[in-house]
């Protein structure tokens, strides 16, 4: 596992707060980066392989953005403790949702929403020109397999990227910029992560 920034203090996490409530964004990148920890804290009780804790970290963090995003201060509770709450409840939908994987799930069910308030279906994600109906109807017989190549083949930081910049999971949709931000790293590294994990979608077909 991997180490992460030392968590806030009190004092900090109330002042960081306040900031984030005022409209400060950096205040709310802080918050994520530095209850990073407390992700991998809960993570470790799932008792994974190490290749799944990965995935699970990433699950994670979508709880704790949730989290920082509602978080209700006024309430007296401190931020890890709802924060705790959110990242479980995250990674309990998650793996519900491998369990379930093998049901049939159409293509065209909605995952998300765009800013604009469109919705967004995985059939939009893999970004195919084919308009041939046989072809549709194979990919839909294949959805199973889909969803497999999207939890297995594709690396952590692929699936993350994915995720955020879509919603999936019911999640935030966020920008490249943003979630470069958020990750710490540049803009145009988020924009080659997202094409490389569509490219390997679009090429299973």
């Keep these: 596992m991997k180490s992460f920034p030392t968590p806030l203090t009190p004092l900090e996490e109330k002042y960081y707060i306040q900031k984030y409530t005022e409209g400060d964004l950096e205040a709310k990148h802080i918050l994520i980066e530095r209850n ?15 290749e799944e804790q990965e995935d699970l970290l990433s699950i994670g963090t979508i709880g704790l953005i949730k989290a920082v995003m509602t978080f209700n201060a006024e309430k007296g509770n401190r931020l890890a403790a709802y924060a705790s709450k959110c990242i479980d409840n995250e990674i309990l939908m998650y793996l519900r949702s491998r369990k379930k994987v093998s ?13 604009e308030g469109n919705e967004i279906n995985l059939y939009d994600i893999i970004e195919t020109d084919e308009e041939d109906v046989p072809e549709r109807i194979y990919l839909k017989e294949n959805v199973q397999k889909l969803y497999e190549k999207v939890e297995h083949e594709l690396s952590a930081r692929e699936r993350l990227v994915l995720k955020m910049r879509y919603g999936l999971y019911n999640g935030e949709q966020y920008t490249q910029r943003e979630i470069a931000r958020q990750m710490g790293i540049s803009r ?13 979608l679009r090429a299973f077909f």
């Design 36 to 50: 990073l920890r407390l992700v991998a804290h809960i993570v470790k009780k799932y008792h994974q392989s190490e």
């Design 103 to 115: 049901r049939e799930i159409s293509l065209y069910e909605p995952i998300g929403t765009d800013r």
């Design 188 to 200: 145009s590294y988020v924009s080659r992560i997202e094409k490389s994990a569509v490219e390997k």
